[in-house]
Nanobody, 126 residues
Framework: QVQLSESGGGLVQAGGSLRLSCAAS????????IGWFRQAPGKEREFVTA????????FYGESVKGRFTIYRDNAKNTVYLQMNSVKPEDTAVYYC???????????????????WGQGTQVTVSS
């Protein structure tokens, strides 16, 4: 069983920064692909970013490219999402998710991920 726990959400002003963390259980964390998704009220869950097991492959949704950075520390079983130059439209609940076999070609589909965290709220004020 894999457990994921997000933290670091909160209220931030537009243009500011925030760093989210996704802590995972499991002795083979270093083999997991990890994705971040977000969901705003009344909207579908949206792909934000993903990272492969070693951290040398990363993918970003168009709306966050150049502003958000994903990276991981396998020694700490943690993946981070650094959010810079945030905008009001970044307001959402942010979820991290794990796929145990590693990232596949459909990394941007929520259904590709087997385990999910409970989410952390990010609110960006204008």
């Amino acid at each position: 069983q894999v457990q994921l726990s997000e933290s670091g959400g909160g209220l931030v002003q537009a243009g500011g920064s925030l760093r989210l963390s996704c802590a995972a259980s499991g002795r083979t964390f270093s083999s997991y692909g990890i994705g971040w998704f977000r969901q705003a009220p009344g909207k579908e869950r949206e792909f934000v970013t993903a990272i492969n097991w070693s951290g040398d492959r990363t993918f970003y949704g168009e709306s966050v490219k150049g502003r958000f950075t994903i990276y991981r520390d396998n020694a700490k079983n943690t993946v981070y999402l650094q959010m810079n130059s945030v905008k009001p439209e970044d307001t959402a609940v942010y979820y991290c998710a794990a796929v145990l076999s590693g990232l596949g070609a459909r990394y941007y589909y929520p259904t590709e991920y087997e385990y999910w965290g409970q989410g952390t709220q990010v609110t960006v004020s204008s």
